[in-house]
């Protein structure tokens, strides 16, 4: 089967949903554990804002988190399914 009719079924993203999901918020929480533990871990979450979110930064943040997560959830139900 191609990929494009995989796409047109409704299996097809309820598998992407499942794998992107997880996925997402682990890659969420290991990027702000990396960035930002030590204020995480003080209970700066003033400092933590700062250096996520502030100013645009959270565009970039969020942004490529879920482009990387819809990504992965894409290629890995595509390689699964058959």
């Given at each position: 089967?191609?990929?494009i009719?995989?796409?047109?079924?409704?299996?097809?993203?309820?598998?992407?949903?499942?794998?992107?999901?997880?996925?997402?918020?682990?890659?969420?929480?290991?990027?702000?554990?990396?960035?930002?533990?030590?204020?995480?871990?003080?209970?700066?979450?003033?400092?933590?804002?700062?250096?996520?979110?502030?100013?645009?930064?959270?565009?970039?943040?969020?942004g490529?988190?879920?482009?990387?997560?819809?990504?992965?959830?894409?290629?890995?139900?595509?390689?699964?399914?058959?």
């Amino acid at each position: 089967m191609t990929f494009i009719e995989k796409t047109k079924q409704p299996l097809f993203w309820n598998n992407v949903r499942k794998v992107t999901i997880p996925f997402f918020i682990m890659v969420v929480l290991i990027s702000l554990l990396l960035n930002s533990w030590e204020a995480i871990f003080a209970g700066n979450f003033d400092l933590v804002n700062e250096v996520n979110f502030s100013e645009g930064k959270w565009m970039n943040f969020w942004g490529f988190k879920v482009f990387l997560s819809l990504f992965y959830g894409i290629y890995i139900t595509n390689k699964k399914m058959k």
